[in-house]
Every structure is written in C-alpha cells, then in structure tokens.
C-alpha cells in the first residue's frame, strides 16, 4: 500500500497563507461611541466588575472559552526536540482543530526555555487570561513534573500527549474487543514506548486512580528501548518505577519481543518499522495491533494482516483506523470549560474514552473509531466529560 507524501502541499499551503489562524474581532468598531464602549472609557466598567469579583472574569472576558496550548518543541510529532520556532505549525494546526471541533478559542504558545520549572512559572503568569492549559509536545520527563506542578492552577491543565492519547487508544481497544468478541480486562497489553504516552496509556487501561473501574485490563506490560520496565532492572528512572504499581503483574523481563509472546494487544507509541509480520506471529490468535508512531508506524497495516493481525490502527489520517487526538482533546476540554471544572481527572478521562467509542454504532475490523470528521463525538464526549466533572465537584 502506497501512502502520499504531503510535505510539499503542507509547505505551499503555510507559505501561502503565513500560517493558520488569526485573532478575529467578535464586533465591529465603526463610530466614537463604538470605540467609548470596548475601550476607553467605557471598559473601565468590566475591570471594576472584575476587580470588585473575581469571578466576574468568566463573564465579561474571554477567559471561559481560551485554552493556550503551549510547548517547549522538545518533542515535536516524529521530529524530536526541534525547539519552540519549529514548534509553532503544529500548535497553530492544534489551536485550528480546538476551534473546528469545539468552538474554543486557542492559542499556541511556544516557549524558548526547556527548564520545567520555567515552564511552569511560566504557565502560571500567563494563566489568567485562559480557561484551561493544553500541554503539548514536552518531552518526558518533564511532562509529568509540569503537568503535577500545575494542578492547583484552579483550571484545567491537560497533557494531550499523555492522556489524549492514552483516551483515545482505549476508545478503540473498547470497540475492537466487541467486534473480536474478546472482554478487553482479560486481555494483556504491551505497550511499546514509556514516554508521556505510554505511561499514561497504561495508566488508563489499568483503571489506576480510579475507585470502581469498570475496565481494568489484567495484565499490562510497558517497554521501553531497553526492553520490558521490570522491578529486575536498576536503569529505571521515577516515573517508570511509579509505572510498576500498576504494570507487569508477573515480573516479566526480556525484550519487547519477548512481551509479545501470547500477547491480545500491540500499542506502540515508539519508533517507526519495528515489528514484522513474524512478531505478529507470536502473538495471540486475532491480535489487535495499534502501531501509533508518526508519521511512519512500527508496522505498516498489510505487514501486520499478514502476520495474523485481525485488527489494526494507526496514527495516520490515509490509512483505516486513524487513533487520532482530536477525537478526544476538543471535547474533553469543551465539557470540563462548560464545567469550569478545576482539574481533568481520570474519571473524566474514562468517560471521554466510552462515549468516543460509542460514536461507532456498528464497529467492524476497518471501523472501530470514529473519523475524526464525526461532528457528533466532541458533541458526546463534551456532554460525558461534563457530566463526570459536575459528579466529582
């Protein structure tokens, strides 16, 4: 299977339009009278309502409906750490997908500094004007230290790297146990990838944090470069120990390959062309394989069917299956903004991942997420997420 190269039409196309997204005036100003009342002297009022309540903000400001997204560029897609000019095309792609998807209005935000601790001083001076706080391609492992750091901000502060992904990954495991009539808890998964993403997805998948998990898969098994994260290693460092409460029940060690033996579900979010159709071989009978690397996946959709996959998914938007952010970020935060929910806790998490899974009726092996153009999944996880906010608050 070919697949089309859009580098030079993505080129021309933020050539031509010098990015974007633009900031856009939400009423004219055409006389004096129009200039007294959004400006001096008339918005002397708004301040003072403000000033005199705080919380006045949410509704004389743009405060309710704004999320930056912001990023150090340290880890950019497939592109590594590329730095913050590099950065700006994707949190711009990522402030336009916000608006189509869920009428919020975002921001990219990319900062020079690469220090957490700046990041999140940072992050906290630059706060008040936005309703929530999208973390967006920071490196592990400083994508969790500022994430933690940042959960008394009183808004919403969300690693869409970490747990977008780690939603939308199970919206299709939900939906491609149903069509495999498998139950997804007696399943073992193995991760490959313990990044911000891999952690964060076996986090979810074992209902960790969460007091009645209605999914929680038996066994889920988290490599890394070096192989399976097992107690038996001494190389780990906090994060990945951390991983260790909720991963690995049997102490297994070994390499990646070794995990896969008898294994029900491949998820990789790691490096391109790392499996075989004669690693999929090893696995369990109708395996389901959710190869996420991008641009280029650790294998190719025809080199898994061909080693026995019966399900497969990857990260690109040209091949069937696409486990795409946007089906969980723009909904995710429109319900917990309506909400004007504090923080985005797992529970809301789970919630988000059940109703994108919902949004496929009928699933079959080549449909077990929605595309990303379904207008009715930001609709349903916005009201899920919403839902689960007002419960825990």
């Known amino acids: 299977m070919s697949v089309k190269d859009f580098s030079n039409d993505s080129l021309e196309l933020h050539r031509k339009h010098k990015g974007k997204?633009?900031?856009?005036?939400k009423i004219p100003v055409n006389t004096?009278?129009?200039?007294s009342t959004v400006y001096s002297p008339g918005v002397a009022a708004p301040c003072e309502a403000i000033a005199a309540n705080p919380e006045d903000v949410y509704t004389y400001t743009i405060k309710g409906n704004t999320v930056a997204v912001v990023s150090d560029g340290s880890a950019v897609l497939g592109l590594g750490n590329i730095g913050a000019l590099a950065a700006i095309p994707v949190m711009e792609g990522k402030a336009m997908l916000f608006k189509k998807f869920a009428g919020i209005d975002a921001f990219p935000i990319c900062l020079v500094s690469q220090e957490a601790e700046e990041i999140i001083r940072t992050v906290r001076n630059i706060a008040p004007v936005f309703g929530g706080i999208n973390l967006e391609d920071i490196a592990a492992p400083h994508?969790?230290?500022v994430e933690e750091q940042l959960q008394d901000l009183g808004i919403p502060v969300f690693h869409d790297d970490q747990h977008g992904t780690a939603v939308v990954v199970l919206a299709a495991l939900i939906n491609a146990a149903r069509v495999l009539n498998k139950n997804l808890n007696d399943m073992k998964v193995v991760i490959n990838?313990?990044?911000a993403a891999g952690i964060s997805i076996a986090r979810l998948l074992k209902g960790d944090g969460l007091k009645r998990a209605r999914i929680k898969i038996r066994n889920?098994?988290?490599?890394?470069?070096?192989?399976?994260?097992?107690?038996?290693?001494?190389?780990?460092?906090?994060?990945?120990?951390?991983a260790l409460r909720y991963t690995n029940n049997d102490n297994q060690s070994g390499t990646v390959f070794d995990a896969l033996r008898g294994a029900d579900v491949f998820v990789g979010v790691s490096q391109a062309d790392l499996l075989k159709a004669a690693d999929i071989r090893t696995m369990a009978k109708d395996a389901i394989v959710l190869a996420l690397a991008n641009p280029n996946p650790e294998i190719m959709p025809e080199e898994a069917y061909k080693g026995g996959a019966a399900i497969v998914g990857t990260g690109r938007s040209?091949?069937?299956n696409q486990v795409n952010?946007?089906?969980g970020f723009p909904g995710i935060f429109r319900g917990a903004l309506d909400a004007r929910a504090p923080r985005i806790t797992m529970e809301m998490q789970l919630a988000a991942a059940i109703a994108i899974a919902s949004c496929v009726k009928q699933p079959h092996r080549e449909y077990v997420i929605p595309s990303a153009f379904d207008k009715s999944v930001a609709r349903k996880v916005a009201k899920a997420v919403?839902?689960?906010a007002k419960k825990r608050h």
């Open 21 to 25: 997204i633009s900031v856009r005036s």
């Open 32 to 35: 004096k009278d129009d200039l």
């Open 143 to 145: 994508c969790f230290i």
């Open 193 to 195: 990838g313990a990044g």
């Open 220 to 242: 889920v098994v988290l490599c890394d470069r070096h192989g399976i994260v097992s107690s038996r290693r001494d190389d780990l460092n906090e994060f990945k120990r951390a």
């Open 318 to 320: 040209d091949l069937p």
């Open 325 to 327: 952010n946007v089906l």
């Open 386 to 388: 919403f839902k689960a």
